[in-house]
C-alpha cells in the first residue's frame, strides 16, 4: 500500500558533515511525509517527537482527516453524508470492510450481530463481582479482555475470522454496556431482541423494565445512530494508537480493545464527554456563571482546561462537533426538552470563539462539547457518556488492528529515547552504602 506512494522526490539531510537522502511519501490526498525508517541505521541519530505530533506511525485506507480545512471522511465517504443518510450498522461495514454494504450484505452482517448479542451465561455472573459504584469503562474493558478466554479460535489465524470476531464484538460490546448499567442499577437484566434494530436493541436493553415497557422512539434512535457514526473512526488517535501499539504485538483482538477502551477512559480523549457535562452542571449549580472557567483555562498557573474544547489535529471547526450540535437542538426540540446545560454551553462557545486566547491558539469545539448534552436528554447516565464512545469507535478499532495486522510493513511498535538518567557508575554493595556514596 505505502510503496504506491513514494513520489521519487528526496529530502536531503545533513549531519556530522555528511548529506543523506532520505525518500519523501505523498498520500492519496496530498499528505506529505520525510521516510526515515533507514535514520538510525545510516546516521546513528533518531528522532525526538514527544506526543507524536510529526510522527506517521503507519499508512492507512480507513479514514482522512485534514485539520486545518475541518474535513473528515471514512473510506472516501463524506462524514456529513454518513451521519445525514446511513445507520451505524452500515458504517460499521464500511470501516471493517473497505466498502458500503449492498443490501444483501447490510442484512447478513445485522443478522451476525443478532444472533452474537446474547453473553455467555458466566460472563454475566463476572458482573456480579464488581463493587456497586464501578466505573462502567473499568467493566468494560474487563469485559471486553474477558471475551478472548471464551472465544480463543481468534488466537490462531486471526485474520480468517476477522469478520466473526468483528460482528461479535460490535454486538457483544453494546450487550456488555447495557448490562453493567443495569447492573449498576440494581435492575433486572433486559436480554437482547432479535426483531430491533442496533441502537433500538442497545436502548431497549437499557430502559425497558418488567415495570415499565420501553417504548422505541425513532427520534431518540436516529440521533443515536448519528452520533455512534460521528465517533467511528478518527485515525490514529490516542485509543487507536493504543489498539494498533498493543497489537503490534501480535495480541488477540479482544485485549487490544480491551486496552483502546482504557486509553479513551483519559479526560483528554473520550472521557472529555462526562467531563464537560460535569463542568457544565457546576456552572449551572453555582448560577451560570460560566467566565470564571474561562478565565481559569486561561491562567497558565491553573492546570483547568476547558474541556470540550480544543484538539490536536483539528485547527478550525471540528466537522462532527458542527453536526452533533445541529443534532443536538434537534433532537431537544423533538423531545421538547428545554436543557438549562444548553443554554450555558452556547454562551461559553459563543465567548470563546471571540476570545483571543482561544483564537490565537485555534481552540474550537470538539467532539465532546455537544455530544453529552443529546446523552443527557435520551436518559443516558453520565458516567455511561464514555462507554457511548467507545460503542461508536469499536468498528474503527476493528478496522485498524485488521488493517495492521495485514499490513505487509507491519513491526512490533517500539520507539527510542534519549537516555538522560546518571552515567554508569560503580556498585556499592549494600553494607558500604552511605547517602553520600548512593
Ligand atoms: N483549554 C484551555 N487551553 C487549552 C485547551 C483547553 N481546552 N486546549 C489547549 N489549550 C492550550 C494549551 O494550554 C496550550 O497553550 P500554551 O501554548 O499557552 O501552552 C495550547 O492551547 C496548545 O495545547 P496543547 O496541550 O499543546 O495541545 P495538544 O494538541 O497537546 O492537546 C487536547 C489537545 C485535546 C488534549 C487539548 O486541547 C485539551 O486538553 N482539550 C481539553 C480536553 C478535551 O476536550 N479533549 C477531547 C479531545 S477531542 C476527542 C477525543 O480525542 O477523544
Not at 437484566?189 to 420501553?214: E, G, I, K, Q, T
Request: hydrophobic share 40%; with cysteine; net charge neutral.
Amino acid at each position: 500500500m505505502l510503496e504506491k506512494h513514494f513520489s521519487g522526490e528526496k529530502a536531503t539531510l545533513t549531519l556530522d558533515g555528511t548529506t543523506y537522502e532520505l525518500p519523501v511519501i505523498i498520500g492519496t490526498e496530498g499528505e506529505k511525509a520525510v521516510d526515515i525508517r533507514a535514520l538510525r541505521s545510516t546516521t546513528g541519530y533518531i528522532t525526538m517527537d514527544s506526543g507524536f505530533m510529526n510522527t506517521g506511525s503507519c499508512s492507512s485506507a480507513i479514514t482522512f482527516l485534514d485539520g486545518e480545512q475541518g474535513i473528515l471522511s471514512y473510506r472516501g465517504y463524506g462524514i456529513e453524508d454518513l451521519a445525514e443518510s446511513c445507520s451505524f450498522v452500515e458504517v460499521a461495514y464500511l470501516l471493517v470492510h473497505g466498502n458500503l454494504p449492498t443490501p444483501k450484505e447490510l442484512g447478513s452482517f445485522s443478522r451476525m450481530l443478532g444472533e452474537f448479542a446474547m453473553l455467555h451465561e458466566n460472563m454475566i455472573h463476572f458482573f456480579d463481582g464488581f463493587p456497586p459504584n464501578a466505573a462502567p469503562m473499568a467493566i468494560l474493558s474487563s469485559m471486553v479482555n474477558s471475551l478472548s478466554s471464551f472465544y480463543p479460535e481468534m488466537t490462531n489465524n486471526p485474520l480468517e475470522n476477522i469478520d466473526l470476531m468483528a460482528a461479535r464484538l460490535i454486538s457483544k460490546v453494546r450487550t456488555i454496556a447495557a448490562f453493567s448499567y443495569k447492573k449498576s442499577m440494581g435492575h433486572p437484566l433486559v436480554y437482547p431482541r432479535h426483531d430491533l434494530s442496533y441502537c433500538a436493541n442497545f436502548l431497549n436493553m437499557m430502559f425497558d423494565s418488567p415495570v415499565r415497557p420501553y417504548e422505541v422512539n425513532d427520534v431518540v434512535v436516529a440521533v443515536l445512530n448519528k452520533l455512534l457514526i460521528l465517533h467511528g473512526d478518527h485515525e490514529q488517535n490516542c485509543s487507536t494508537s493504543t489498539v494498533r501499539l498493543v497489537g503490534s504485538a501480535r495480541v488477540n483482538l479482544y485485549a487490544c480493545i480491551s486496552a483502546g477502551i482504557s486509553a479513551l477512559w483519559g479526560p483528554l480523549h473520550g472521557g472529555a464527554n462526562q467531563a464537560v457535562v460535569e463542568m457544565l452542571e457546576r456552572i449551572h449549580r453555582e448560577g451560570g456563571d460560566y467566565r470564571r472557567c474561562i478565565a481559569r483555562a486561561k491562567d497558565p498557573k491553573d492546570p483547568f482546561r476547558l474541556v470540550g474544547f480544543g484538539h490536536r489535529v483539528y485547527k478550525t471547526h471540528d466537522p462532527r462537533s458542527r453536526i452533533i450540535k445541529k443534532a443536538c437542538d434537534d433532537v431537544l426540540a423533538a423531545l421538547r426538552i428545554d436543557d438549562p446545560l444548553l443554554h450555558i454551553a452556547k454562551e461559553i462557545e459563543e465567548a470563546v470563539l471571540k476570545d483571543e486566547y482561544f483564537v490565537e491558539r485555534h481552540l474550537y469545539p470538539n467532539v465532546d462539547f455537544y455530544s453529552g448534552i443529546i446523552y443527557r436528554a435520551i436518559g443516558i447516565p453520565t458516567d455511561m457518556f464514555t462507554v457511548m464512545f467507545a460503542l461508536g469507535r469499536l468498528p474503527g478499532w476493528i478496522a485498524h488492528w485488521k488493517e495492521m495486522w495485514d499490513d505487509p510493513n507491519w513491526r512490533i511498535g517500539r520507539p527510542r529515547q534519549i537516555y538522560v538518567g546518571p552515567r554508569r557508575r560503580p556498585f556499592v554493595p549494600l553494607k558500604e552504602r552511605t547517602l553520600e556514596n548512593v
